[in-house]
Structure formats: structure tokens, C-alpha cells
């Protein structure tokens, strides 16, 4: 009925489709929680991808893991990318970047950093770490 080549070439499918419905799980799991993440914070989730796998052997056993970008917005111009690790389908990190606060207006964070509008023109002159 079945000799040792149709059950092993049987098991070697069944292993390709257990590992593409486990990378598909993992990746739709990933997008939930960046878009959990970012509507947390108030901010707009814009997209997610897959940015690195790898596979290690560790002292507690097999360890996959996993690496997604995903794109967000903080004020609807500017574009910031965010990190999320897995291990075995686990979250086990979050990396953002530095970005603009959800209710900071532009005009607000640019009058912050403009220079002093004295006559010696020194952008430090108000500097109380400043050595003399």
C-alpha cells in the first residue's frame, strides 16, 4: 500500500504546510499587536512586514525568531517604522523610534527650538551648563 518514500515524501508535506500555516499565524498575530500597540498610544498604524527570521539552538531548547517592521503616524505627515521581536510566537519586544507626540502641533515644537532673538546671536547664551 504505502512504502517508505510515499510516507516520508507525505511527512516532508506535512511539515511544509504545518510551518507556512504556523508563519502565517504568527505574522497575522504580529499585526494585531502592532495595531493593539499603536491605537494604545494614539497613534495611526499603517502597515507591517516581516523584516527577519532565524532559528538557534539555546539551553532551554529550539529557539524561532522573528523580527517585524510595521509603519505608524503619530500626526499624518510624517512616517516612522517600529520593531517587534517574537520568540517561538511570543512577544518579547517592542523597539520604537523617537517621534513627534500625538498632540504636539509643529508650529509649537519649532518655536521650542528657535534661537534667541538677542543681539549677540549665541544659540547657548541662556545655557546654565555651559562651561565658562
Not at 512577544?91 to 538677542?118: C, F, G, K, N
Amino acid at each position: 500500500m504505502f512504502d517508505l518514500s510515499s510516507v516520508i515524501m507525505l511527512a516532508g508535506i506535512a511539515c511544509i504546510a504545518a510551518l507556512f500555516w504556523q508563519y502565517r499565524r504568527l505574522g497575522e498575530r504580529a499585526q494585531l499587536y502592532a495595531a493593539q500597540y499603536c491605537k494604545q498610544h494614539k497613534l495611526q498604524y499603517l502597515d507591517i512586514a516581516r523584516h527577519r527570521d532565524s532559528f538557534r539552538i539555546s539551553r532551554r531548547g529550539p529557539v524561532w525568531t522573528t523580527q517585524f517592521n510595521f509603519g505608524f503616524s503619530s500626526d499624518r505627515e510624517h512616517r516612522y517604522e517600529g520593531q517587534l521581536s517574537f520568540a517561538n510566537a511570543r512577544l518579547v519586544d517592542v523597539i520604537m523610534p523617537v517621534y513627534r507626540a500625538p498632540d504636539e502641533t509643529p508650529a509649537a515644537s519649532t518655536q521650542q527650538r528657535a534661537r534667541p532673538a538677542s543681539g549677540t546671536g549665541s544659540y547657548y547664551e541662556n545655557d546654565t551648563y555651559r562651561k565658562h
